[in-house]
T-cell receptor, first 113, second 114 residues
Framework: AQSVAQPEDQVNVAEGNPLTVKCTYS??????LFWYVQYPNRGLQFLLK??????LVKGSYGFEAEFNKSQTSFHLKKPSALVSDSALYFC???????????FGKGTMLLVSP | DAEITQSPRHKITETGRQVTLACHQT?????MFWYRQDLGHGLRLIHY???????NKGEVSDGYSVSRSNTEDLPLTLESAASSQTSVYFC?????????????FGPGTRLTVT
């Protein structure tokens, strides 16, 4: 089975500070990992993905994520948060032997001015 | 520009009625998905399709059905709406095969069953 956990329901950070949104996963094989962002009353937007290769993945809006196989983690990071980054963030995983994505429950990021 | 659209955006219906939510994509993607989003549950997969005439059940398929007669559309039908089906529904599509491709999401349909 494949699963993904986002241990924090909410993350609060001040504008200009670095941010981290945590994600851990469980798969039986090698994973495909994704991050999506959802703004209020909108659909999910793709941010970045890890398929293979370099463990540090760079994506849209200055976000990046680091794949750590030993810790089975794929944390989302940004060096300097913006108020406009406030949104709901979803991590998703697909085991290469599976046909569909499994999403985490989401983490609300609130960036204060 | 290619896009994925959903209609209606908002729907109120009564218990026991049949409801169909439309999803249309112009990406020419083979893969299409329906999810529901509920507080505390994140996104859960209802049904998916990997091509015309192909449909598959997801994690929470009871009470829902889909059909795929062309590449562009995957309508979701609630056969007899129940209050437990009050939710926000998202359609998504992706290209390619093998699962390495990101999904593109529609804007969502907010369904209320009274």
């Amino acid at each position: 089975a494949q699963s993904v956990a986002q241990p924090e329901d909410q993350v609060n950070v001040a504008e200009g500070n670095p941010l981290t949104v945590k994600c851990t996963y469980s798969v039986s094989g090698n994973p495909y990992l994704f991050w999506y962002v959802q703004y209020p009353n909108r659909g999910l937007q793709f941010l970045l993905k890890y398929i293979t290769g370099d463990n540090l993945v760079k994506g849209s809006y200055g976000f990046e994520a680091e794949f750590n196989k030993s810790q089975t983690s794929f944390h989302l990071k940004k060096p300097s948060a913006l108020v406009s980054d406030s949104a709901l963030y979803f991590c998703a995983v697909r085991d290469k032997g599976y046909s569909t994505l499994t999403f985490g429950k989401g983490t609300m990021l609130l960036v204060s001015p | 520009d290619a896009e994925i659209t959903q209609s209606p955006r908002h729907k109120i219906t009564e218990t026991g009625r049949q409801v169909t939510l439309a999803c249309h994509q112009t990406w020419n993607h083979n893969n299409m998905f329906w999810y529901r989003q509920d507080l505390g549950h994140g996104l859960r997969l209802i049904h998916y399709s990997y091509g015309v005439q192909d449909t598959n059940k997801g994690e929470v398929s009871d009470g829902y059905s889909v059909s795929r007669s062309n590449t562009e559309d995957l309508p979701l039908t609630l056969e007899s709406a129940a209050s437990s089906q009050t939710s926000v529904y998202f359609c998504a599509s992706s290209g390619g095969a093998g699962g390495a491709y990101e999904q593109y999401f529609g804007p969502g349909t907010r369904l209320t069953v009274t």
